[in-house]
């Protein structure tokens, strides 16, 4: 894939903020900088491994069984990936909830066609995860820099996983429920804005 | 706009003489604030500037008398510039916000900073030198009888507006009837039923506020006779509502909030050789 047409699936063409897809998991784990980027990856393992096996197995299987083994695929990887989770990291994986398994009938796995050639289709793939990630890294970004005044990421060696940052009390609203959709609605915007600045 | 503003004026200059220093300092921030972010949301989106509609000026203020006095300051300057900037121009400026701005500033600090916005009853400094209680959580506001004068006051400018018909009578009529005869009959409830004060509950300053002049505000009203009263109704029974199980300050705004959203739907209301 050319870097132009990566660039163009990252801003111009990204799932989550202009096309508004896979919305459900996004809005509820934004709140935490950490949460989003364990759904994005875990997103993102789901898109390779049904772009794979759907190469695989979609030059024989008959149209009409295309879909459910969709379902079929994106569910196993996606049970696969949350019992993984609840393994080795059971409190992000309780910080994720329900959303986890439910990204199995995310609308961004079904979505995505697979075409071409082997290659085409990983790289198809490997550019929808990272626009996703992208998308909800910043708008969890935002939120909850916004929204709760830190910043959390993953606990390695002293670092404990949580910035604070100085400054005013936060508001709060940004990081409840209305405040995903206030963020997304002036990301989307922007990322419009963004692309359309050049073209 | 610029009639309702003055309407506003002998409300605000008492609820200044009554609260003192800081009074002045909530008004002074959220009109600026609310000022400054429309004129740099103008500036960004190459748009005309609309400073002289008065608009910017009425939203700083409402946001500013809907505020507690004794909040730090920079919860009126975010909720008026939120309320400029993401309420009004978001949707592409006077006319066509789907919610009043005030509301939304005001709603917004209230579901951000809730703690900071908690009812404190404290005396405040005033140049009166009378006591007022600021338990009512408006800037306006404050128990006793000197609160009480601010409503009049507000309700005094309300009446002209409401004679001029600038304003629809329909709104805070229903408004103000379905609120006291539900106060009324349940506000009193584990006492017994029709034993609510009412007094307090239409005298408060923050439901003379929202009624008056949020729930009015021709943009985010519904037209015709029937629409409005069940409009003012609906602002009614949810500030009702909220008040008996949600936050007691903010139930007026959040209630006339909610019902904006009903305008589209409202706006159906079939009129048979309606008034307008």
Known sequence: MKSGEFRRILWRDNPLLVYLVGLCPALAVSNRLSNALLLAAVMLFALLGTGIAAVALERWAPLRLRLPMRLLLASALVTAAQRFLWAFAPTHAAGLGIYLPLLAVNCLLLASAASGSLAESVAQAAGRGAAFAVGLGLLALAREVLGAGTITLFPIGSFGGVLRLRGLPPARVLAAAPGALLVLGYLSALSRWWSGRRS | ?276
Do not use: H
């Open chain 2, 1 to 276: 706009m610029l009639a309702v503003t003055a309407c506003l004026v002998p409300g605000a200059a008492w609820g200044v003489l009554l609260l003192g220093p800081a009074a002045l300092r909530v008004l002074g921030v959220a009109v600026g604030a609310s000022l400054a972010a429309e004129l740099v949301v103008q500036a960004l989106a190459w748009r005309r500037f609309t400073l002289g509609d008065g608009s910017a000026l009425l939203t700083g203020l409402l946001v500013a008398l809907s505020l507690p006095v004794y909040v730090p300051l920079f919860v009126p300057a975010v909720a008026a510039a939120f309320a400029a900037a993401v309420v009004k121009a978001s949707f592409g400026g006077l006319g066509r916000n789907w919610m009043n701005p005030a509301l939304g500033g005001r709603l917004f600090a209230a579901f951000s900073w809730p703690v900071l916005l908690a009812v404190r009853p404290q005396p405040a400094a005033g140049w009166l030198g009378l006591t007022a209680g600021l338990s009512d959580g408006s800037l306006l506001g404050g128990t006793g009888t000197a609160g009480l004068v601010s409503t009049l006051l507000l309700a005094v400018g309300g009446a002209y507006l409401l004679a001029r018909r600038i304003a629809a009578w329909e709104i805070p009529a229903g408004f103000a009837a379905v609120f006291a005869l539900a106060f009324w009959a349940f506000g009193g409830l584990p006492a017994g039923l029709f034993r609510g004060d009412l007094p307090s509950a239409l005298g408060s300053g923050s439901f003379a506020l929202a009624a008056l002049f949020m729930a009015t505000d021709p943009v985010t009203s519904p037209q015709g006779r029937g629409a409005r009263l069940a409009f003012g109704a609906g602002c009614g029974a949810l500030s009702f509502l909220l008040r008996a199980f949600g936050g007691r300050l903010e139930a007026p705004f959040a209630a006339a909030a909610l019902m904006n959203m009903f305008v589209p739907l409202l706006d159906r209301w079939p009129a048979r050789r309606g008034p307008r």
